[in-house]
């Protein structure tokens, strides 16, 4: 490739919102290292993100599910008002896990596992700029474990949760198969 078209490469900018300093440095380099990406700021909370995000214009928004449960799913579905446009990937611990079908309803159209590999991140970015959804493989598992967990009780009790039908619904949107993360 030229010099000429190195210089004129888009980058996709990526904003992220996280609290803790060593997650932010080692995603904000990740992203750098990348020569279709960058990062183009971060903060540690939603409503420092939401203040600024017209302003910033990115691309891509990675949001840390650790922020506090009701906030996060409050930020996502404003910021997709905001502006339709953006690509929202949540980050999420084991234990967030089934929550975040809540993130998909509010508009993430990303979810990455923390224990995944760094590289999923990229991966993630990718699949959500390409217009896909992306879910990494261990929430899928954890998803299907807990919709043939939640059929079983469904056919003996005739009922589900919130929750449970939530994902249900996804599933039969076509979220989670064909349009998510294995390569």
């Not at 919709?147 to 589900?160: E, L, N, P, Q």
Request: net charge neutral.
């Amino acid at each position: 490739m030229s010099s000429g078209l190195k210089a004129r490469m888009v980058k996709h900018r990526v904003f992220l919102v996280e609290k803790q300093p060593i997650l932010l440095h080692g995603i904000t380099r990740l992203i750098n290292g990348q020569p279709d990406l960058e990062v183009c700021g971060d903060c540690e909370e939603g409503a420092t993100a939401f203040a600024n995000i017209e302003a910033i214009n990115p691309d891509v928004m990675i949001v840390d599910l650790p922020l506090k449960r009701s906030a996060s799913c409050t930020l996502i579905k404003s910021l997709v008002e905001l502006d339709p446009k953006l690509a929202i990937l949540v980050l999420a611990s084991d234990e967030d896990a089934l929550y975040t079908v809540q993130c998909l309803q509010a508009g993430a159209v990303g979810l990455v596992m923390k224990k995944e590999p760094m590289e999923s991140i990229l991966l993630a970015i990718r699949r959500i700029l390409e217009g896909q959804v992306y879910l990494s493989n261990s929430l899928k598992a954890k998803l299907v474990r807990a919709m043939a967990g939640s059929r079983k009780a469904d056919v003996s009790s005739g009922s589900r949760n919130h929750d449970e039908s939530a994902v249900w619904g996804l599933f039969r949107q076509g979220l989670g198969t064909g349009q998510s993360s294995t390569p």
